[in-house]
């Protein structure tokens, strides 16, 4: 028996990991279409997924934080544009 912790990915960790890949997919796309549609629902999936996943998870946090600068660019690119934001 040993007492070391077992390194492979738990059923949690695999969906908080695809939820931020969904998440980062989804906030890129609504830089062009719509970003005040898609945007919220793409960073709460990312708050979902920090929430399911470990400690020290990065790609959650990188969700996140693309999430948010994806907002920032995508309602600029609206506004210089006069494109609709919803």
């Not at 492979?8 to 969904?22: D, M, N, R």
């Not at 400690?55 to 994806?70: D, E, S």
């Amino acid at each position: 028996m040993s007492a070391e912790p077992s390194s492979t990915a738990g059923p949690a960790e695999l969906v908080a990991g695809f939820l931020s890949v969904v998440s980062i997919a989804g906030s890129a796309l609504a830089i062009f279409w719509n970003p005040l549609r898609v945007i919220p629902f793409t960073v709460l999936l990312a708050f979902i997924a920090v929430g399911m996943s470990p400690r020290g998870a990065r790609l959650p946090l990188l969700a996140v934080v693309i999430g948010a600068l994806c907002f920032i660019a995508g309602m600029t690119i609206a506004v210089t544009t006069n494109n609709p934001i919803y």
